[in-house]
């Protein structure tokens, strides 16, 4: 037997102005047909996971489509037509295929499509026809929508956040659809939709409250009948009708069944909401109490999460680091320019430099610093590691480490980089036990990387397009009335 393998990732920022073109899929990954089997083998992907799954169960995985790229903006609607034309064309020069395992992430949105990703689910499914399998992977931040759910038979969320299990979920949605092709099981799923948005604060899965939802999860899975449950977060930076958590369970042969528990798993969730609320502590405050602890501590930029789509040039955090003359701190900001001129200066020159919010001043303002050029890199290095993403490969572009008149190290890259994996420093010969202060652009995303070295993480309350505090953004699409916005607690 041959099982189809397409997957379409990204996480689309509705906030931030810029869209997202097929030059940003070109520069992470854009593959047809016999590539992807060799080129996601071994990476820590939900795609590994299917290819592995499917190996072991004597079923042959077939590439047709691949794309994925970094967190930004919402994607242009001509980059969208033109990804979902590749990959029905890709589909239709494979007729014969038993079934399909698909990897959206489930918070795509395009211009000409809000609900992207349920529009080439369906497009898929009516492509393929409705008699054979289609079976997937989900990104927990899914804005989980009907469409999704009737367009496929089985959907896995990954379980964890950070996200270090992709892998493992795709192998269980590999094993799924062998059973199902075997004829062994006939899964049927539902899914239940709160009105929930969980603040990106609370969406840890080794922490409250995510963590007690995941338990509930696990012991639904368990029930007899059940074959699957997952939980979904949502992704609150994309303003569309289906933005909010979710609960999804697949039952054996039993629609009732899959539809009762995931009403019952998403009513337990609703009567816990208040728990979901975010925290917002202050940049004066988080370095006070990174200052008080034995370090290196771990500053999280919730304002300028790279991983959810910002632009990674934010300079709050770094300004009052400034500002206070706090030295053994590190940040890693985006600016081209920046590097540009580091470079031509070369290592040991010492200049002022103008770093950051060089996209817009949501982020801050431009720091304006005299700095010493320690070090210019290539950019490129490998995480071996399971991390958040299963990315293994990263280019930073050329990239600067300079160090500030406060005692600040910079390091300046040309490209967006999320910070998910150490060798980000270790690669630049900057040893992270070196600071007492690490600031990571992200919210929980970096724990995976950062808790090997880092004893303690604050979250900090920093402006911009992925901010925390959801009160900031302008909502024109989401549903109404949701919690925490029209409802408040107790309603
Ligand atoms: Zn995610």
Known sequence: ?????????????????APTTLDNFRRDMLLV???????YETAHHEVAGFIAGLREAAIEPVGIFAARALPSGVIAADAFDELVQRMLEQLAQHDQLDGLLIAPHGATVAANYPDADGYWMQAVRDAFGRDKPIMGTLDPHANLSPQMVAATDALFSYRTNPHVDQAD??????EMIARTLRGEICPRQAAAYPPLAINIERQCSSEFPCQQYAEWVTEARGRPGILGASLFYGFPYADVAEMGSAMLCIADDNADLATS????LAERMWNDRASTLGSFCSIDSAIDQALACEGPVCLLDMGDNVGAGSPADGTCIAQRLIDRQIDRAFVAICDPAAVAVATKSGA????PL???AW???????PLQVTCEILSLHAGRFAEAEPRHGGKTEFDMGATAIVRTQSGLTVQITSERTAPWSLRQLTHCNLAPTDFQILVAKGVNAPLAAYASVCPYFFRVDTPGVTTANLDRLQYAHRRVPMYPFEIAAGK
């Open 1 to 17: 037997m041959r099982v189809g393998v397409i997957s379409l990732l990204h996480e689309s920022n509705t906030f931030v102005a």
């Open 33 to 39: 047909g016999d590539e992807i089997i060799p080129r």
């Open 169 to 174: 979920r795709g192998r269980e949605a590999a």
């Open 261 to 264: 528990t995931a009403h019952e």
């Open 348 to 351: 040991g020159a010492v200049l």
């Open 354 to 356: 103008s770093i950051g």
């Open 359 to 365: 996209q817009d001043r949501l982020h801050g303002e």
